[in-house]
């Protein structure tokens, strides 16, 4: 069978959950006797605004399509980052000559509704897991501009507009100020043609998920909210959770210590709340305690400096920068306890099963599709 697997981001430009996860289900396909290929988006910000970029490579044994484009200067930018016609063409072209036996969609994020519509036109067999929020949310994670969750789901777009505009630099500062005064204003008259284009957007995402054969979701929480959003209408989401290669945990050895290791392994980002564990650190007085942080310092700097002025003066908290996913089954199974303190409303978060595979008890934030893999 031939399977092809659209997805954001891939390896090694990026490696989050989503990215990981599809590389490990191409190497399975790959090594059970399927041709499996990935196309991903490797920048947005490159070439020419009527132009689509496609560079072909393998990577550890998969065959990776990397697609470029300019979206920054795109005639229809806002439009393009959910249907974006160079993907369309791209995926028309691609399809037609390759005619793959399922496309198996692993994101919406950066490849927006065309590369699905596409399929559907060829009527492939589809299939589309949802890893975010992106079907339902401008900015995919369900987090207004001011850090706090979007919940519940504005039902008018316009809240959508607001979100969005208010992540210009000054303006929830001038808000604050003006007691209100600025949303108001803008929400009256200023932001209509916003507003209309996230009805747009909603329209249409709306049209295309039903495209897909089979939506799959990660997380009961995940399908609720979008199925709330959407509409129910003539199509399910199917809840099925994120498979774990167990043997990447069958020979692994705890290393006992005379302290308790508390431990972080993810991206060091703000909606990771990795701020709050050090805050809650800090407050233990015991110590016979450590915090290990492990993640890549320098995807956000500013958030790694608060995150290092947190920890000044505290020799318990250590700083370990990234690890490989390779390195991940050891690593968490020298914490006594693993820690997801996520501010947003993670879906399925693959830290999670991978501290419990590896025997590591885990604390994480009541919230989102986290809640639903701890009792």
Not at 127 to 154: A, E, K, Q, V
Not at 308 to 316: F, K, T, V
Request: aromatic fraction near 10%.
């Amino acid at each position: 069978m031939k399977v092809v697997l659209p997805v954001h981001h891939f390896p090694p430009d990026y490696s989050s959950g989503a990215e990981l996860y599809t590389l490990r289900l191409a190497r399975w396909l790959i090594q059970h006797g399927h041709e499996a290929e990935v196309v991903c988006i490797r920048a947005i910000d490159r070439g020419r605004p009527d132009q689509l970029e496609a560079v072909r490579d393998v990577y550890e044994g998969v065959p990776v399509w990397r697609l470029s484009f300019d979206l920054m200067h795109a005639p229809q930018r806002e439009v393009w980052t959910y249907d974006n016609p160079l993907l369309g063409e791209w995926f028309d072209q691609y399809l037609q000559h390759h005619r793959p036996d399922v496309v198996h969609f692993q994101a919406g994020y950066l490849l927006g509704i065309a590369p699905l519509r596409m399929a559907h036109q060829h009527k492939l067999p589809t299939m589309l897991t949802l890893h975010d929020y992106w079907f339902i949310c401008p900015r995919h994670n369900l987090l207004r501009s001011d850090g706090t969750l979007c919940d519940p789901i504005p039902a008018d777009p316009m809240g959508c507009a607001w979100c969005r505009f208010a992540e210009r630099d000054g303006v929830r500062k001038i808000n604050l100020y003006s007691g209100g005064l600025l949303e108001y204003i803008m929400r009256s008259v200023g932001l209509e043609r916003q507003r209309e284009l996230y009805a747009d957007r909603r329209r249409r995402l709306a049209a295309a998920i039903r495209w897909a054969d089979v939506v799959i979701s990660l997380s009961k929480f995940l399908a609720r909210r979008v199925r709330d959003t959407l509409g129910e209408g003539a199509w399910e989401i199917k809840v099925s959770r994120c498979g774990l290669d167990l043997s990447r945990f069958a020979h692994l050895k705890r290393n006992s210590s005379p302290k308790v290791r508390i431990g972080y392994i993810g991206q060091i980002a703000p909606h990771k709340g990795v701020h709050l564990l050090c805050e809650a650190f800090r407050r233990l007085r015991n110590e016979d305690v450590e915090l290990h942080i492990y993640g890549n310092l320098g995807a956000f700097p500013d958030y790694a400096d608060r995150l290092r002025q947190l920890g000044e003066g505290d020799s318990r908290i250590r700083f370990h920068g990234f690890c490989s996913s390779k390195e991940v089954p050891q690593v968490l199974a020298n914490f006594d306890v693993s820690v997801v303190p996520s501010v947003w409303f993670e879906n399925s978060p693959a830290v999670i099963l991978e501290s419990l595979a590896a025997g590591t008890p885990v604390i994480t934030s009541n919230i989102g599709g986290m809640a639903e893999l701890i009792q």
